[in-house]
């Protein structure tokens, strides 16, 4: 979807999606990242997660391509509460944006249907994120690669593999498991991924990646 489609979503009303950090996206910011973290919330939307970082105590800075969310955001954010909101495509990163030492992505990936998009989005990742940073995900998952689902509108359901495939040659998983993606709009699960950027240049071709630690979220 472009920025103006969704500027359209966003003026249809709050979207389901829309809701702060659940208790297992919670657990892993507190394990990996605690505050005060510098964190990127990449297409942060509403900014309902970029608010509760900074209450929180993290320095947070949200930024998402569609305009009118932004606005909606800046609206929603307290006066009292430090967020620095700004309207930015990720894929083009200006360089006022970062590099960060924390990047959280939530249902941003599984917004891109086709693999080309999804390569250049991780590149975008990996210019985001300090050499030896982190990307934390949340993004639908499929359980094999046969069930996964490639949508236009709606989440984009990738399995294990192809996920792997996609962030091996500029990141190494430091912690992987499945949850519901929220306390409302979920039916479907999500991957919880702690990935590690590498801190020199990726391979050019992707390497098979080996089987990552998992904990119970
Ligand atoms: C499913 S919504 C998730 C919003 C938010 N992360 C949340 O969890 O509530 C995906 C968001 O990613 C944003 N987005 C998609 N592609 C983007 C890009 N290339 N640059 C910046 N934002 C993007 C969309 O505008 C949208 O707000």
Same mark, same amino acid.
């Given at each position: 979807?472009?920025a103006?489609? &969704?500027?359209?979503?966003?003026? #249809?009303?709050?979207? =389901? &999606?829309?809701?702060?950090?659940?208790?297992?996206? /919670?657990r892993?910011?507190? #394990?990996?990242?605690?505050?005060?973290?510098? =964190?990127?919330? =990449?297409?942060?939307?509403?900014?309902?997660?970029? +608010? &509760?970082? /900074?209450?929180?105590?993290?320095?947070?800075?949200?930024?998402?391509?569609?305009?009118?969310? *932004?606005?909606?955001?800046?609206?929603?954010?307290?006066?009292?509460?430090?967020?620095?909101?700004?309207?930015?495509?990720?894929?083009?990163? %200006?360089? +006022?944006?970062?590099p960060?030492?924390? /990047?959280?992505? +939530?249902?941003?990936?599984?917004?891109?249907?086709?693999?080309?998009d999804?390569?250049?989005?991780?590149?975008?990742?990996?210019r985001?994120?300090?050499?030896g940073?982190? &990307?934390?995900? =949340?993004?639908?998952?499929?359980?094999?690669?046969?069930?996964?689902?490639?949508?236009?509108?709606?989440?984009?359901?990738?399995?294990?593999?192809?996920?792997?495939?996609?962030?091996?040659?500029?990141?190494?998983?430091?912690? *992987?498991?499945?949850?519901?993606?929220?306390?409302?709009?979920?039916?479907?699960?999500?991957?919880?991924?702690v990935?590690?950027?590498?801190?020199?240049?990726?391979?050019?071709?992707?390497r098979?990646?080996?089987? %990552?630690?998992?904990?119970?979220?």
């Open positions: 979807m472009t103006h489609e &969704w500027d359209l979503t966003y003026q #249809r009303g709050d979207p =389901v &999606w829309d809701e702060p950090p659940t208790a297992p996206l /919670a892993l910011l507190a #394990r990996h990242a605690p505050p005060p973290a510098d =964190v990127i919330d =990449v297409g942060c939307g509403l900014g309902s997660t970029a +608010r &509760w970082l /900074a209450e929180r105590g993290y320095r947070v800075t949200g930024c998402d391509f569609s305009s009118r969310a *932004i606005a909606l955001a800046r609206a929603r954010t307290p006066e009292a509460l430090t967020v620095r909101f700004t309207t930015a495509d990720v894929t083009h990163v %200006p360089p +006022r944006l970062g960060f030492p924390v /990047a959280l992505e +939530r249902g941003v990936l599984h917004s891109l249907p086709q693999m080309t999804r390569r250049h989005f991780v590149a975008a990742m990996a985001i994120c300090l050499p940073g982190l &990307w934390i995900h =949340v993004g639908a998952s499929a359980p094999t690669v046969k069930t996964e689902l490639s949508q236009v509108r709606g989440p984009s359901r990738m399995a294990e593999p192809t996920f792997l495939t996609l962030i091996t040659p500029h990141f190494t998983v430091l912690e *992987i498991d499945y949850a519901p993606f929220g306390s409302r709009s979920a039916t479907w699960q999500a991957r919880y991924a990935l590690r950027r590498h801190t020199s240049p990726g391979p050019l071709t992707p098979l990646a080996t089987r %990552p630690a998992r904990r119970s979220l």
